[in-house]
Structures are given as structure tokens and as C-alpha cells.
């Protein structure tokens, strides 16, 4: 039975990814704010509500199991930047734009720097994210969501072209009603659809003898990241790149200043030890490199994407060998 949940899950993510990208896409026209800018903002968001889900869960639950909640978070960022990114890439190579590696990347990088900072220091000699730490990185994601949505206007108002291709294009007249009924329908299917998807696979894993914290990273993290995988490769089929990359992006910044954040407001988030010693180094290494994989020829081209998706498999195979 737990298979069927499993394949269910997957379909219903498939569709959820389709519509939240139209509705996304619908509404940037309409508000006139970027595809890049709604990418980074409303898609991740949107995609990232099962990692909040989860890792709230794990974290209020408590018990052998709350390292969940952050291993979560580390598995997921992972799997965004070297699964997702690396899918994405093979299916459509993603120009990247000067804001991407002027401002996007740094605010990741810097996210997941202070990320890494919070877990090592402030807690004596325990290793966690306290309720302080957690509404200090809650209080950046709102000035960064205000941050992106400021600038968009800014520019438009200067007279800054909003570049969207042909296909964007004829969704311009579509009304708003419809656009906000495709995205609350993508995000509504994206939570039921990860939630059996979550569900069958931590079965199927537990039933194998498998650890709930590598569990936690592998599986909940791969379950967790597939709305972000969905929409992204259903945009980048449709050569809408901004909003792959910047969900991506987005995504990431999302899963540690509001994820974390906002979980590590109501409860504390303990770290584990493999976690300190190895997955965060990863994460850390991924989210740094990603900005030379950009720079290079201006474009995450095919050989890059395979270049990713054999980084995540050797992550994997180290992690549970």
C-alpha cells in the first residue's frame, strides 16, 4: 500500500508544479514584477511549504526524532542545488543572469554561512538553533521578501525591461482570478502530494532499518524537494529559466531564514553529530561552488547538470556507506 501512496504522491506533484508555475507566472504579469523576482519569492515559498511542514512537525514532536527537523532542512538545500539544479539543467540549459550572481547567490551564501554560524556558537556546548537564532533568521526572510519585492517595483517604475518570452507572453491576458486559483491549487496539491509521498517513503525506509536522521536527509529531504524539482523542470520545459533558477535560489534561502526560522521560534532545533561532522560541510561546499558553475560560460549548461546529479549520488553513497 505504502507504493501506491508513493506514486500517487508523485503524480499529484507533477500536477501541483504545473499549476503552480502558471499561476505564478500569471501573476507576475499582472502585478509587473519579475519572473525572476515571483520565482524567488511565491514559487519557492510555495514549493517550500512541505520542508516547513515537516521540520515543525519533528521539531514540536520532540523525542529521538526532533534531529529530524534540521537534517531535513540541510538534506533538502542539498538536493535543491545538486538534484533539482542538475535535472533541471539536462532538460534546459539555464541562462544565468548578472542578478543571480550579483545578489542572489550572495544572500544564499550568506544565509547558509549564518546558518552554519548559529549551529557551532551561541548555544554553549550544545549544538542547536535556539528561539533567539530562529527569529533573527524569521526576521531576515520578511526584509529579503520586501527586499525583492521593492526592487522589482523600483525598476519597473525606472523603466527597466521585464523580460518574458513568447510563451509568457500569450498568459498576459489571462485574468487574475484564474492565475491565483492555479497557484493556490499548486500549492494545495504540492502539500497533499509530499505528504503521501513523506508518508509511504518513511515507511518503506523505516521498514528497512534505516535511521531517522539519515532518513531524514535522504529520504524526507529527496520527498521534500520534489515540489521544488517538479516546478522547476516543468519551467525550465517551457524555457521559463527564471523561474527555475530563481526557485531554486529562493528556495534555499527560504528552507533556512523562514523554515528554520519560524520552527526555531516555537521549538528548539537540536543538531545531530553526523550532521556537524559531514552533511552541513556539503551543503556548505555545494552552495559554494554553485557560483563558479555559473560564472562559467554564463550558463548551467548540460555537462554541469550531470556534473551536480554525480555529486548528490557520490553525497548519498558516502553518507549511507
Not at 504579469?29 to 515543525?56: C, H, W, Y
Not at 527597466?160 to 499548486?186: Q, T, Y
Request: proline share 2%; hydrophobic share 55%.
Amino acid at each position: 500500500m505504502d507504493y501506491l501512496w508513493l506514486i500517487l504522491g508523485f503524480i499529484t506533484l507533477i500536477f501541483g508544479g504545473d499549476f503552480l508555475v502558471k499561476g505564478s507566472v500569471g501573476l507576475a504579469l499582472k502585478a509587473q514584477i519579475s519572473t525572476l523576482v515571483i520565482g524567488m519569492t511565491v514559487v519557492s515559498f510555495g514549493t517550500s511549504a512541505p520542508e516547513l511542514l515537516v521540520s515543525m512537525g519533528a521539531a514540536l514532536e520532540g523525542g529521538a526524532d526532533s534531529d529530524m527537523s534540521i537534517g531535513n532542512v540541510i538534506g533538502s538545500n542539498i538536493a535543491n542545488l545538486a538534484l533539482v539544479l542538475g535535472v533541471t539543467a539536462i532538460i534546459s540549459p539555464i541562462k544565468v543572469q548578472r542578478v543571480s550572481v550579483r545578489q542572489d547567490w550572495p544572500i544564499m551564501m550568506t544565509a547558509t554561512a549564518l546558518f552554519v554560524l548559529f549551529m557551532f556558537f551561541f548555544d554553549g556546548t550544545t549544538h542547536l538553533i535556539n528561539r533567539w537564532e530562529g527569529i533573527v533568521l524569521f526576521i531576515l526572510i520578511i526584509a529579503f521578501t520586501y527586499f525583492m519585492i521593492w526592487k522589482s517595483r523600483k525598476e519597473k517604475k525606472a523603466g527597466v525591461k521585464i523580460e518574458i518570452n513568447e510563451e509568457i507572453h500569450e498568459n498576459k491576458g489571462s485574468p487574475i482570478w484564474k492565475s491565483i486559483v492555479f497557484l493556490i491549487g499548486g500549492c494545495v496539491a504540492l502539500v497533499i502530494g509530499s505528504n503521501w509521498l513523506l508518508e509511504a517513503a518513511t515507511n518503506i525506509a523505516s521498514a528497512a532499518g534505516v535511521t531517522p536522521f539519515v532518513i531524514s536527509v535522504t529520504v524526507l529531504a529527496f520527498g521534500t524537494s520534489v515540489p521544488e524539482l517538479a516546478a522547476s523542470a516543468i519551467a525550465a520545459y517551457r524555457k521559463q529559466t527564471d523561474i527555475a533558477i530563481g526557485n531554486l535560489i529562493g528556495s534555499n534561502i527560504f528552507n533556512i531564514l523562514c523554515v528554520v526560522g519560524l520552527t526555531g521560534t516555537v521549538a528548539s532545533m537540536p543538531v545531530a553529530n553526523s550532521a556537524l561532522t559531514y552533511d552541513l560541510w556539503w551543503m556548505l561546499a555545494i552552495t559554494a561552488a554553485l557560483l563558479p558553475l555559473m560564472l562559467i560560460g554564463g550558463k548551467i549548461h548540460r555537462w554541469k547538470g550531470v556534473l551536480l546529479i554525480f555529486t548528490y549520488v557520490l553525497y548519498i553513497y558516502l553518507l549511507v556507506a
